[in-house]
């Protein structure tokens, strides 16, 4: 059956700024900060100190910036008009992801990337105890 309030076989509803923000904290080791004084709503999620991502819960649209492999960086950018240089950060090494503008699986994929990125430069030790060796 279909009709209004119902999705179609295999639809994602939207990613919600706390669906995003339950998806980062889920991660091994994944802390969240709220490190800036001067823009306190800004939130940075964090694994063994070292950030992931970086989100605004309350702005409209939802955004997340996460880091990304260069290449792969710049090919996002171009497949897609929702990925951009990352806002105030090293646009080399991080995107912006306007999220409603991506299906919520990619944007979940690309937070697991940039999670993952970060554990890679993680001492052996630790990436076993997150259990990404």
């Known amino acids: 059956m279909s009709g209004p309030g119902r999705r179609a076989r295999g639809a994602e509803a939207e990613l919600t700024a706390p669906?995003?923000?339950?998806?980062?904290?889920a991660f091994g080791g994944a802390g969240e900060e709220t490190p800036f004084p001067r823009n306190p709503e800004l939130s940075v999620f964090k694994v063994e100190g070292k950030i992931f991502a970086f989100?605004?819960?309350?702005?409209?649209?939802?955004?997340?910036s996460l880091k990304c492999d260069p290449e792969?960086?710049?090919r996002l950018r171009a497949a897609h008009p929702a990925i951009t240089p990352g806002w105030h950060l090293n646009k080399r090494h991080w995107n912006t992801v306007t999220v409603p503008g991506l299906p919520p699986r990619m944007v979940r994929e690309l937070i697991e990337d940039s999670y993952d990125l970060v554990v890679a430069g993680l001492p052996r030790a630790v990436r076993l105890r997150l259990d990404r060796p």
Do not use: D, I, N, S
């Open 19 to 25: 669906a995003l923000r339950a998806f980062c904290l």
């Open 55 to 64: 989100c605004a819960p309350a702005e409209e649209p939802l955004k997340v």
């Open 72 to 74: 792969e960086a710049v």
